[in-house]
């Protein structure tokens, strides 16, 4: 038979111990437990005020007003939309579509798997028994990648994400993943009235925020495609020339000035569409006289020849020239530090004193493999004086080369500014750009060498340590023409006084005497240089 008798009879024993536990420990309990489960729900909704209030409004017309008003309604706010986007398709896709598709991913893509992939990534961590795994704070959308924000949990550090970013990808559907410590924007610049305001509450917006990571995931490659020529400026701005295609969708912008620039990548890696690409964005400024364009082409003229009446100077044949050109140049240089000497302490280029770009088409062929030691030697002590102290002085060197060997490799840290297109070796990435640039996503030799990804490339930008991959623009050879034609450059000569060549024997190595202008040569290159006259 069935025993139906309480194990303790509350009421025999006079104790009302239910009524008191449930009055001050479960009621309590429950309380706590709702206001807590309603406090975690308050930033929610202040992150999703816009989608609660469109539902809650679409609940409310369809409570008064039945379904048929909801779906007109529904309708003309759609033929609106579809109006805004047909005439000003740049704010709808700003305002509306593009955060649409935000609010979608962030919810079907991201906040769905986001707890299993950053668990199974080993992003997650454990303490006192909990599971803690780092917030996800907002999803941002370009037409090419997604943005997403989240904060570390405490013990961790970007690193860790530099690593699973690989993982990463995959686990979210993309098969590029960059990991961004630190924000990518900088705060705009305010003037006007309320510029005080604004500029304190930027302060606040922009802090430092050390625990936030972003994650860019490349939806859709815009890379596949080539990117035609830009415009030509009508005024080059030396501080953000226009170059490439980067893939958030952003153009590249080259910081010319006080910089000398590098570019390496395998034959055929589409070099030649970096240096073309430079020139068509100094293209006014070739015609006006404000940038002098010189050229060595040691590969016989068969890259830079098309546009030769771009080039102030050119030579391609003979290898003596060539080394006269660089030494010319250095000429240039001394003749203009004189002048500059304690007026000012970087170039801005005028008329009177324009940009000096000296394109070198093989820099290796100049450095490593001339046959005649002296002229080789003679070559390398230039070079080495221009990059050491032309850049300030407006006396820019653009070097391209093929292979990143030994002899380019220490020159390497001269050029503060570098492109690594196509690499055939893994270990050259961190030769190029630095060490650890391929860790930080620079995969120059994934790059397909399909014809069809010609002009791709890795850049390191002048505000953040992580590569950014980026697609050149493709001048055509018509293009060069007309550009060659309509930008031909200036006749006017060059106004500094190249001093005349000394009367001394010639010494192999340019050595700053004592009493010389200008900085004397680092000791990594002077060793260079006695290796290379001993060679
Ligand atoms: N940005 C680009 N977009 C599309 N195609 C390109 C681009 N750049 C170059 N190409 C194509 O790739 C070919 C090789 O380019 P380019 O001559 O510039 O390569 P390179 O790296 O300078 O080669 P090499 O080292 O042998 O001189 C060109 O003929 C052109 O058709």
Same mark, same amino acid.
């Given at each position: ?99 649409l598709l935000a609010w979608w991913r962030r919810l079907f893509v991201y906040t769905w798997h986001w707890r299993e992939?950053? &668990? ?21 959308? &370009? ?17 860790? %994400? ?20 630190? /924000? ?37 490659? @815009? ?43 395998? &034959? ?47 030579? %391609?044949?003979?290898?003596? @020239? ?16 004189? /002048? ?60 391209? &080369?093929q292979d990143p060997r030994k002899e380019v490799v220490e020159l390497r840290d001269f050029f503060p500014t570098r492109?690594?297109? /196509?690499?055939?070796? @893994? ?99 002077a060793t260079l240089l006695d290796g290379g006259e001993s060679a």
């Amino acid at each position: 038979m069935k025993n139906n008798a309480p194990l303790v009879n509350f009421r025999r024993l006079s104790i009302p111990l239910p009524w008191w536990l449930v009055m001050w420990i479960v009621i309590p309990y429950l309380l706590w437990k709702t206001a807590r489960a309603l406090a975690r729900l308050v930033p929610v909704a202040g992150r999703n005020w816009r989608s609660l209030t469109l539902t809650a409004g679409g609940l409310w017309l369809w409570h008064q007003h039945g379904w048929l008003v909801l779906v007109l309604v529904l309708v003309a706010v759609a033929g609106l939309g579809g109006l805004w986007w047909w005439r000003w398709r740049g704010s709808c896709e700003r305002f509306v579509v593009l955060p649409l598709l935000a609010w979608w991913r962030r919810l079907f893509v991201y906040t769905w798997h986001w707890r299993e992939a950053l &668990t199974v990534c080993r992003l997650a961590e454990r303490f006192d028994g909990r599971l803690t795994v780092p917030k996800l704070l907002g999803v941002r959308c &370009t037409f090419a990648t997604d943005e997403v924000l989240l904060r570390m949990p405490r013990g961790q550090n970007p690193d860790l %994400y530099h690593k699973a970013a690989a993982n990463l990808a995959y686990s979210f559907n993309s098969r590029t993943c960059r990991v961004y410590p630190g /924000r990518r924007t900088h705060p705009p610049v305010r003037s006007g009235r309320w510029a005080p305001l604004l500029r304190a509450v930027d302060r606040v917006r922009y802090r430092d925020r050390p625990r936030l990571v972003w994650l860019v995931f490349i939806r859709r490659d @815009p890379l596949q495609r080539t990117v035609p020529a830009f415009p030509v400026p009508e005024e080059p701005d030396f501080t953000a020339l226009p170059l490439a295609l980067r893939e958030d969708l952003e153009t590249f912008l080259l910081r010319l000035l006080a910089t000398h620039l590098l570019i390496v990548g395998a &034959t055929r890696s589409g070099k030649g569409s970096v240096q073309w690409s430079l020139i068509r964005a100094l293209a006014s400024g070739i015609r006006s006289g404000l940038v002098r364009l010189w050229g060595i082409d040691p590969k016989g003229g068969v890259e830079l020849s098309i546009g030769r009446e771009l080039f102030s100077r050119y030579e %391609y044949a003979d290898p003596a @020239p060539m080394v006269d050109m660089l030494e010319e140049l250095v000429g240039i240089m001394r003749a203009r530090q004189a /002048r500059m000497q304690g007026k000012v302490r970087v170039h801005a280029p005028t008329l009177d004193e324009p940009l000096y770009v000296l394109m070198v088409d093989e820099m290796l062929a100049l450095v490593a493999l001339l046959l005649d030691i002296e002229l080789r030697n003679r070559a390398r002590a230039a070079l080495a004086l221009l990059l050491t102290q032309g850049a300030g002085l407006g006396i820019l060197v653009v070097g391209s &080369t093929q292979d990143p060997r030994k002899e380019v490799v220490e020159l390497r840290d001269f050029f503060p500014t570098r492109v690594a297109m /196509r690499l055939n070796e @893994p270990n050259q990435v961190d030769l190029v750009l630095g060490d650890g640039a391929r860790n930080r996503g620079a995969l120059c030799d994934q790059i397909p060498a399909h014809p069809s990804m010609r002009g791709v490339g890795y850049v390191v930008l002048d505000d953040r340590p992580e590569p950014a991959r980026v697609r050149f623009s493709y001048v055509t050879d018509d293009e060069i023409r007309a550009m060659a034609q309509t930008y031909a450059a200036s006749a006017t000569p060059a106004v500094e006084k190249v001093p005349e060549p000394r009367k001394e024997p010639r010494r192999h190595t340019y050595r700053p005497g004592r009493h010389a202008a200008g900085p004397l040569l680092p000791d990594s290159l002077a060793t260079l240089l006695d290796g290379g006259e001993s060679a």
